[in-house]
């Protein structure tokens, strides 16, 4: 069985930063291509990075580009999302999602950016 | 970026009735290798986006086949036939055939 299983998150200062982490597990993880996709409270869905399987591509939204940095490690099964100089409009649970298909959403992990 | 409208924002539905969400992109989602990348999801409330249907019209393992997708370049529908109360929640499209993805503006699905 697919699982993602985000953490991290918590409540942050406006400024500071914050890395989110996805383990994978149930599937080859070094095979997928992976995302990182986040609701604001009472909004829709925003695409926020995209990372191919062996960390070759990483492609971002405008939002985010410069202050947050995908990554992820092979040998862990684990995805990254590093965040920095955070607003509060990146208040979000962000979701880590498997693949061009978008079939697999993890729980999802909540953050908050509120002084 | 590919702007994907949704409509409607939201639908009071009763038990049993059929509904069709639009889904319109501002560019083609026919990809190069011919397939054309349109998602749909649902949220159901708390819980996180389940896929429903993919390349338009292929349906997720499990998914009734009371849902439909159909639609090419930019003009895309999904229709549920005889709703059930675990239909509702919001449905989103999605496009992958560009970067960045871009999601629709969701369509909340309510009962009457």
């Known amino acids: 069985e697919v699982q993602l299983v985000e953490s991290g998150g918590g409540l942050v200062k406006p400024g500071s930063s914050l890395k989110l982490s996805c383990v994978a597990s149930?599937?080859?993880?070094?095979?997928?291509?992976m995302h990182w996709i986040r609701q604001a409270p009472k909004k829709g869905l925003e695409w926020i990075a995209l990372?191919?399987?062996?960390?070759?591509?990483?492609y971002y939204a405008d939002s985010v580009k410069g202050r947050f940095t995908i990554s992820r490690d092979n040998s862990k099964n684990t995805l990254y999302l590093e965040m920095n100089s955070l607003r509060s409009e990146d208040t979000a649970m962000y979701y880590c999602?498997?693949?061009?298909?978008?079939?697999?959403w993890g729980q999802g992990t909540l953050v908050t950016v509120s002084s | 970026d590919v702007v994907m409208t949704q409509t409607p924002p939201s639908l009071s539905v009763a038990i049993g009735q059929s509904v069709s969400i639009s889904c319109k992109s501002s560019?083609?989602?026919?990809?190069?290798?011919?397939?054309?990348?349109l998602n749909w999801l649902l949220q159901s409330p708390g819980r996180s986006p389940k896929r429903l249907i993919y390349?338009?019209?292929k349906l997720d393992s499990g998914v009734p086949d009371r849902f439909s997708g159909s639609g090419s370049e930019k003009d895309f529908t999904l229709k549920i036939s005889r709703v059930e109360a675990e239909d509702l929640g919001v449905y989103y499209c999605?496009?992958?055939?560009?970067?960045?993805?871009?999601f629709g503006g969701g369509t909340k699905l309510e009962l009457k």
């Open positions: 999602v498997r693949g061009a298909g978008f079939a697999y």
């Open positions: 149930g599937f080859t993880f070094s095979s997928y291509g």
């Open positions: 990372i191919y399987y062996d960390s070759s591509n990483k």
């Open positions: 560019q083609s989602l026919v990809a190069s290798d011919k397939n054309t990348y």
């Open positions: 390349q338009v019209s």
């Open positions: 999605l496009q992958g055939t560009h970067l960045p993805q871009t």
